[in-house]
């Protein structure tokens, strides 16, 4: 049982380029999200998959795209990277529909946008 | 004035101390989440609360609704428990968001 993974955990892109951060949970969780985690300034909420086949915006979804691709699967994709985008990604699931139960979080995808 | 307060900010120990990180909210919440970040690494869920009392191993949680209030306690506490405790607390009425509180710094020294 792996919880939730995410790949890649490294990630160098140059200004323009586009790619796809992929996340997969196999505990049978109805909801998932992607966070941001930038120094000093906590961890901020991208979008949210509520259910499968629904997406929606959090906090700081601008230049950002989400799919919900099936229940286990919530992939992020940044379609042209800017250096502020340099951060720390954090995909999470819980099990029931919103965080009024336990959050499970994967471990992290560190990108640097150069 | 953040919705969510964490105190203390940082915090240094000498190893077996009782620890104590609390936790004050503003706003109406859920639920509250306690969670754990090791330098470098990825979030670990340790308790969601959303009244009374939870423990597990050496650390125990606690929230007083009528206070707005909670704290996680670790007991006998070793140098593999540093790390960032981070309080989270899910909004009343808005069940996808964390409001965030900015973490405690946890050392403990051998």
């Known amino acids: 049982n792996a919880g939730v993974t995410q790949t890649p955990k490294f990630q160098v892109l140059k200004t323009g380029q586009s790619m796809t951060l992929q996340c997969a949970q196999d505990?049978?969780?109805?909801?998932m999200y992607w966070y941001r985690q930038d120094p000093g300034m906590g961890l901020r909420l991208i979008y949210y998959?509520?259910?499968?086949?629904?997406?929606d915006k959090g906090e700081v979804p601008n230049g950002y795209n989400v799919s919900r691709l099936n229940k286990r699967e919530f992939s992020l994709r940044l379609e042209s990277a800017a250096p502020s985008q340099t951060s720390v990604y954090f995909c999470?699931?819980?099990?029931?529909?919103?965080?009024?139960?336990?959050?499970?979080f994967g471990q992290g995808t560190r990108l640097t946008v150069v | 004035k953040n919705e969510v307060e964490q105190s203390p900010q940082n915090l240094t120990a000498q190893e077996g101390e009782f620890i104590t990180i609390n936790c004050s909210y503003s706003?109406?919440?859920?639920?509250l989440h306690w969670l754990q970040q090791h330098p470098g690494g990825g979030i670990v869920s340790l308790f969601m609360?959303?009244?009374?009392?939870k423990k597990h191993g050496r650390l125990i949680a606690t929230i007083n609704i009528q206070e707005k209030h909670s704290s996680l306690h670790i007991t006998a506490s070793h140098p593999r428990d540093s790390a960032v405790y981070i309080c989270?607390?899910?909004?009343?009425?808005?069940?996808?968001?964390?409001?965030w509180g900015a973490g405690t710094k946890l050392i403990i020294k051998p």
């Open positions: 999470a699931s819980s099990v029931l529909s919103g965080l009024n139960t336990e959050a499970f």
């Open positions: 505990m049978n969780h109805n909801s």
């Open positions: 998959s509520a259910s499968e086949g629904t997406t």
């Open positions: 706003v109406g919440i859920s639920a």
């Open positions: 609360l959303s009244s009374g009392k």
């Open positions: 989270a607390a899910t909004r009343s009425g808005s069940n996808y968001q964390l409001i």
